[in-house]
């Protein structure tokens, strides 16, 4: 039998990541299946003209994927999927005492917010809806927050009929309802090729495929999305347009307008997360008011607000309706109410809107501190993102910087937690998750190792 292997022709810099990315085309494909071997190294180094280090690099990357596993005195071999497989978090599972960490996405938080939420239960406690605690009906459980919900999806850039709205526990409960309402088990959505840390675990746990598509200083790239849609079946199309993705690009219109093209001539669901909402207050329109009739649109409160604030807003065609329903049903039941009541209220009275003002103004503190002890560092931010994107390029290996800005102190996320169907090794760096004393101790400590030589760990 004839092992399969990548071909020449398609290899392009980084070579390691080309090989790695070729196999895992052929194994989304189909054309690798579970426990078949791959080809020992040294033979795949010598037919494609490689040295056997980039091999080894490219079966490392696939290891780290979870596509494959060696075998001690056998080779290589194709993974089975499994639904106990973890998703490579890019920020660390707690906060170890005496660590700055820059690894978690989060908004800046103070006293004010603990204070307004004292005072917001205080209230509750006082004129609490009953149906807030008997309610039990998601059909008829938020009929006044749905209506409130519309006010608040207008700051947003979506104007719609509360009918369309659905509450959930935030973006990642929405997603999984968006996903379950638009595919079946089999099926594949397309997505930035460098994009949501859960992406590709989501997608596993409900039987979907994900195929990433190329993107730029603008996000995804229309040319490669019609050429991913001519050489595959796509069903939907899972974006983040607004500052959120780990390069913090925001999409122009121009280029919003291409892809609603290439979703229309395709019939392709379009799956839109604005987890940043009015955070981003000069930005093109949504894909939910320039592709209504295909376009799902989520945004939550815990980014642009406040971290436990965890609810947020669905909107559907009117045709999903029913299949969004169902599906929420099935995975949640229904938003938390008193979580939904407390937001609200913080609509209905404007603290949602004093919060994004004052989130905005902080952000800009924090972005002019990076511009100011990265200067001359090529780096991706947006003055409202949470985070921002910095290439380590050739000269850094990812986990060995990685290590070192850890044995100093400070927790980065790895950029290949990101990874879709492209690697390019880099970190995101969080602006919001600590104060600002230790945000500027923490970027020292990263200008320091990116104008140093690099060194191995050795420890």
Not at 30 to 57: C, F, H, I, M, N
Not at 195 to 203: E, I, K, S, W
Not at 242 to 263: D, H, K, Q, Y
Not at 327 to 337: H, M
Request: proline share 7%; with cysteine; glycine share 6%.
């Amino acid at each position: 039998m004839t092992m399969w292997t990548p071909l020449n022709e398609r290899l392009t810099q980084p070579y390691f990541l080309s090989i790695a990315d070729q196999i895992a085309g052929a194994v989304s494909s189909g054309a690798l299946k579970p426990g078949e071997q791959l080809p020992p190294q040294r033979q795949l180094a010598y037919k494609l003209g490689v040295s056997l280090p980039t091999v080894s690099r490219a079966y490392e990357e696939l290891a780290r994927r979870g596509l494959v596993a060696g075998q001690i005195g056998r080779g290589t071999f194709i993974k089975a999927p499994s639904i106990n497989s973890e998703a490579v978090t890019p920020f660390a599972p707690g906060r170890a005492s005496g660590l700055i960490d820059l690894s978690i996405l989060k908004p800046v938080s103070d006293m004010l917010h603990l204070e307004r939420m004292k005072e917001t239960l205080g209230a509750l406690a006082v004129d609490l809806p009953p149906s807030t605690v008997f309610g039990s009906r998601p059909g008829t459980l938020f009929a006044r927050h749905r209506s409130v919900a519309t006010e608040w999806l207008k700051y947003c850039g979506v104007d719609t009929d509360e009918r369309t709205v659905h509450l959930t526990n935030g973006g990642t409960p929405a997603l999984t309802v968006a996903f379950m309402s638009t595919c079946q088990p089999g099926m594949t959505i397309a997505t930035e090729a460098i994009g949501l840390h859960v992406m590709l675990p989501l997608a596993s746990y409900l039987g979907l495929k994900v195929q990433g598509v190329p993107i730029d200083e603008e996000g995804l790239i229309p040319d490669a999305l019609e050429s991913v849609c001519q050489q595959h079946v796509i069903r939907a199309l899972f974006m983040m347009p607004n500052a959120l993705g780990p390069t913090a690009f925001i999409m122009s219109e121009r280029r919003r307008n291409a892809i609603v093209e290439i979703a229309r001539k395709y019939d392709l669901q379009i799956i839109e997360d604005d987890a940043l909402g009015p955070l981003v207050d000069d930005r093109p329109p949504t894909f939910q008011a320039l592709a209504p009739e295909r376009t799902i649109y989520i945004t939550s409160f815990t980014k642009p607000i406040m971290s436990g604030l965890r609810t947020g807003y669905l909107v559907a065609p009117e045709r999903l309706l029913p299949a969004v329903e169902n599906r929420q049903i099935v995975t949640s039941w229904s938003a938390t109410p008193l979580i939904a009541e407390i937001a609200a209220r913080w609509v209905e009275d404007g603290t949602c809107q004093e919060f994004v003002e004052w989130q905005r103004a902080t952000l800009l503190e924090r972005h002019e501190l990076v511009a100011s002890v990265l200067k001359g560092v090529r780096y991706s931010s947006n003055r409202a993102s949470l985070h921002i994107w910095l290439p380590l390029g050739e000269r850094f290996a990812e986990d060995e910087f990685v290590s070192h800005a850890r044995m100093q102190g400070v927790v980065l996320a790895r950029g290949s937690a990101f990874a879709i169907s492209e690697n390019h090794p880099a970190v995101r760096v969080s602006v919001g998750s600590t104060t600002k004393e230790e945000l500027h101790r923490g970027l020292n400590v990263i200008h320091n190792l990116l104008h140093s030589e690099p060194e191995p760990v050795l420890l």
